[in-house]
């Protein structure tokens, strides 16, 4: 059973940057693709990035791309979204989740384990 911990969310203003952590216990790290998932108020959970084990390969969503970086460190069990340019629409839920398979996934359905989330709000 792996178990996932977010943080480094917060409220910041359109332009701005946060860093998200997510830290990995009970399972072994580098077995999973980690992803980063987000959902706002009203509307489905939907993939932001991902990246694979050996953190070769990432994917992002269109409306993220270029504006934040996915990257992880198997020695310390943690994988991280730096976003940068935030807009208002950036603002829900984030949640990190790992996949036990080989290749980079954007189906929720995929990944096996969650984390509870970490909230980002940003106001224009």
């Known amino acids: 059973q792996v178990q996932l911990v977010e943080s480094g969310g917060g409220l910041v203003q359109a332009g701005g940057s946060l860093r998200l952590s997510c830290a990995a216990s009970?399972?072994?790290?580098?077995?999973?693709?980690m992803g980063w998932f987000r959902q706002a108020p009203g509307k489905e959970r939907e993939f932001v990035a991902a990246?694979?084990?050996?953190?070769?390969?990432?994917k992002y969503i269109d409306s993220v791309k270029g504006r934040s970086t996915i990257s992880r460190d198997n020695g310390k069990n943690t994988v991280w979204l730096q976003m940068d340019s935030l807009r208002p629409e950036d603002t829900a839920v984030y949640y990190c989740?790992?996949?036990?398979?080989?290749?980079?996934?954007?189906?929720?359905?995929?990944?096996?384990?969650w984390g509870q989330g970490t909230q980002v709000t940003v106001s224009s």
């Open positions: 989740a790992a996949a036990r398979r080989f290749g980079v996934t954007t189906s929720r359905n995929a990944y096996d384990y």
């Open positions: 009970g399972g072994t790290f580098s077995f999973y693709v």
């Open positions: 990246i694979t084990q050996s953190g070769g390969t990432t």
